[in-house]
């Protein structure tokens, strides 16, 4: 167990709507990443956020937000969801000045 | 710019055999290397990281990956597979710092035979 938790562990979202997904970090971590896993492919990097700001962003639209909380979690919002939004949602902390992540076990979106 | 390359999407052995996990990157920096596990309807799983240290790793449940600078190369080994290893397994990169996220493979789906 990496300390990392992330709720809900699944979800079914219809297309159009918004969802948010949440992350509390490992004790100790200041800085939480967001990743998207597809099926049958590895993470790709949504974004980042250090001292509740965003701080480095992969290729993804607007419509992908985050906050960071004062106690360092995190949510991932999406808006107007679409069909290939589905896949698993991985949340990962670490301290800024060291590049290891733990990750939490992923909310899984399913878009219909 | 970074990304890595993992050059089998699947690898089968068997029980009790060297694992040879493949791994080629691209950097335009002295990146950051890692190895991730990730075991069905779990999270990921750090096995070990290269940081600019010593260029043979060695990692949690036997497993360990050497950095060749001149290759490109950080393939993942272990001597003997045990039926418990039986996962997807992930390459990654990083710049370090971390503001550009980690880079991950496509993963290689290790199948371990009895």
């Known amino acids: 167990e990496t300390g990392v938790t992330q709720s809900p562990t699944h979800l079914i979202k219809t297309r159009g709507q918004q969802v948010t997904l949440r992350c509390s970090s490992q004790s100790g971590h200041n800085t939480v990443s967001w990743y998207q896993q597809a099926l049958g492919q590895g993470p790709q990097f949504i974004f980042q956020y250090y001292r509740e700001e ?3 962003r ?11 909380f ?11 969801l679409e069909l290939d939004d589905s896949a698993l949602y991985l949340c990962a902390s670490s301290l800024i000045e060291n590049t290891e992540a733990f990750f939490g076990q992923g909310t899984r979106l399913t878009v219909v | 710019a970074q990304s890595v390359t993992q050059l089998d999407s699947h690898v089968s052995v068997s029980e009790g055999t060297p694992v ?4 080629n990157y691209s950097s335009s920096y002295s990146p950051s290397l890692f190895w991730y596990v990730q075991h069905p309807n779990k999270g990921l799983q750090l096995l ?3 940081t600019s240290a010593a260029t043979l790793v060695k990692g949690i449940n036997g497993f360990e990956a050497e950095f060749k600078k001149s290759e490109t190369s950080f393939h993942l080994t272990k001597p003997s597979a045990h039926m418990s290893d039986a996962a997807e397994y992930f390459c990654v990169v990083s710049r370090g710092g971390g503001a550009d996220g ?13």
């Open chain 1, 54 to 56: 965003e701080n480095g």
């Open chain 2, 102 to 114: 980690l880079t991950f493979g496509k993963g290689t789906h290790l199948i371990i035979q009895p």
């Open chain 2, 48 to 50: 070990l990281k290269y």
């Open chain 1, 58 to 68: 992969g290729n993804f639209p607007p419509r992908f937000s985050g906050l960071q």
């Open chain 1, 70 to 80: 004062p106690n360092y979690s995190s949510e991932l919002n999406v808006n107007a």
């Open chain 2, 20 to 23: 040879l996990l493949r791994c």
